[in-house]
């Protein structure tokens, strides 16, 4: 039961270079979101999906892009790194189960932009 | 900017002591979740509040929700070493675009 993993755990990257976060979930959740987690900011969404195929905008989209053609992948696209989007990623996923939909958490991604 | 305001932002405490952090919102909200996020770890679910006035207890964890669904609470009643860790609140004003507290950092001194 693998539940929710994200690849790679860890990644240095040079500015102006594309990065690709991958996440991995096996409960054939719906709903899926990326967050980035700062110093003082707490989490912070920048992107959700409710299903394959239909993603929508977060708090801090800006710089990022998504896609989910599968329902259990919902990958993070960073086209031209920035020191800015230095941090650490968590993707989440979630059901609706009666009024309750709680988020299960991945691991997380530790990005540096060098 | 952020919708919901988490205090105190850190809390450090005897073992044995009593923690609270409070999350306040400017506009009533639908419902509240709790997450507890151990250091290097992920966030992990605690619970969800939806009705007015709502409390909910999990072992030395007790949950408010405010009466008119602004504010919540989390409450934990003498404290141990295993609940180092920051808490946050989150609230959905769309659905499910979430919004997290800042979070309040807990340590425990043994």
């Known amino acids: 039961d693998a539940g929710i993993t994200q690849s790679p755990r860890y990644k240095i990257t040079e500015t102006g270079r594309q990065v690709t976060l991958m996440c991995h979930q096996t409960w054939s959740h719906s709903y899926m979101f990326w967050y980035r987690q700062d110093l003082g900011h707490g989490l912070r969404l920048i992107y959700y999906?409710?299903?394959?195929?239909?993603?929508d905008k977060g708090e801090v989209p800006d710089g990022y892009v998504v896609s989910r053609s599968k329902t259990e992948n919902f990958p993070l696209t960073l086209e031209s790194a920035t020191r800015s989007q230095t941090s650490v990623y968590f993707c989440?996923?979630?059901?609706?189960?009666?009024?309750?939909?709680?988020?299960?958490f991945g691991p997380g991604t530790r990005l540096t932009v060098t | 900017g952020q919708q919901v305001m988490q205090i105190p932002q850190y809390q450090h405490v005897q073992e044995g002591e009593d923690f609270t952090t409070y999350c306040n919102s400017s506009?009533?909200?639908?419902?509240i979740q709790w997450y507890k996020q151990r250091p290097g770890g992920h966030p992990v679910f605690l619970i969800q509040?939806?009705?007015?006035?709502e409390v909910k207890k999990q072992k030395r964890l007790t949950f408010q929700f405010g009466e008119a669904k602004k504010n919540s609470s989390l409450h934990i009643t003498a404290t141990q070493t295993t609940d180092v860790g920051t808490y946050f609140c989150a609230v959905a004003y769309n659905f499910n675009k979430f919004y997290f507290g800042s979070g309040t950092k807990l340590n425990v001194k043994p």
């Open positions: 999906s409710a299903a394959a195929d239909i993603t």
């Open positions: 506009t009533t909200l639908s419902n």
């Open positions: 509040l939806v009705k007015s006035g």
């Open positions: 989440a996923s979630s059901e609706r189960v009666g009024g309750s939909y709680e988020q299960y």
